[in-house]
């Protein structure tokens, strides 16, 4: 799983749109050890509980029934402080994962009612800088996920305790029991994403609008996400430390476990949990 490729090019995933999008598109970065994200975790996470991936394989189209699914209008009026991410940042690419079922579940998480990225006001501006940051570099942000409402994440739960699903094992975590997914660091039963200021995402090139490779997919459990792996080529380790770089001076911190994953430092709900539904 995951390829540890080549050159600088960016390399398989589909072009999404710049306006969220239902299709799940396939994703594919190492620099030194960021620092763990601390994290109100309930299990003994390693460094810091914080985000997540796709395999390197082609990414699977959104099922004929998932694509006849309306989207619904999007709800305007979001809970004070927070702003929908597109009407900041609207040449970012948003590939909202759980609200496809093209995700480690393998389902639409619960709260995930449109496919939209949702933030508080700093981390989205936070994250506009570091899109802005890329962009003479050649690339942008393709964002993943974003506020995760905290029913998303009781689902993780009960979905951990299920060892009779293993419908999306081979894809996202092939050599991890999901089990012990909490335990090991790669999902967290209080993340941060449900205080609103953290986000998954990966970098997108600018040329052709495709997904970078960053050496192993978004939500894939294993040590080859973690920063710092020697599992990955040069060019995907560079991109990696690229994104790490553009997040750091936009005010991110990363977390060890997940290239993709990074939390807003000074985020303005720092103890809170949000349950809204994204909509
Ligand atoms: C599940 C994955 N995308 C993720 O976000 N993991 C971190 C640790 C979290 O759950 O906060
Ligand atoms: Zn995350």
Not at 31 to 55: C, D, I, K
Not at 184 to 202: A, K, M, N, P, Q
């Amino acid at each position: 799983q995951g390829a540890a490729s080549g050159s600088l090019e960016a390399a398989g995933g589909s072009a999404n749109a710049a306006s969220p999008s239902v299709a799940a598109s396939p994703s594919a970065a190492a620099s030194p050890s960021p620092a763990a994200e601390p994290s109100a975790a309930a299990s003994p996470a390693p460094a810091e509980p914080a985000a997540s991936a796709a395999p390197a394989m082609s990414p699977k189209p959104a099922s004929p029934k998932e694509e006849k699914k309306p989207v619904p209008e999007r709800k305007r009026k979001l809970p004070s402080g927070f702003v929908y991410v597109d009407e900041v940042i609207p040449t970012a690419q948003y590939e909202i994962r759980y609200f496809t079922d093209y995700n480690f579940v393998g389902a639409r998480l619960d709260g995930y009612n449109a496919p939209y990225a949702i933030l508080t006001k700093q981390a989205a501006e936070a994250l506009k800088e570091a899109h802005d940051f890329l962009a003479p570099k050649g690339y942008g942000l393709k964002i993943f996920d974003a506020y995760r409402p905290a029913k998303a994440v009781r689902q993780f739960v009960a979905w951990s305790k299920d060892a009779s699903d293993q419908r999306m094992k081979e894809e996202f975590y092939p050599e991890v029991d999901k089990a012990k997914a909490f335990k090991l660091g790669y999902i967290s039963s209080r993340s941060g994403h449900s205080r609103g200021s953290t986000v998954d995402l990966t970098l997108f090139e600018r040329k052709t609008g495709k997904e970078a490779d960053m050496g192993s997919p978004f939500d894939f459990f294993g040590d080859i996400s973690s920063h710092g792996t020697p599992e990955i080529g040069k060019a995907p380790a560079e991109r990696r430390a690229l994104l790490k770089r553009a997040m750091e001076l936009a005010g991110f911190k990363p977390y060890s476990k997940e290239w993709w994953h990074y939390t807003l430092e000074k985020e303005p709900f720092p103890k809170k949990y949000f349950d809204f539904d994204i909509e």
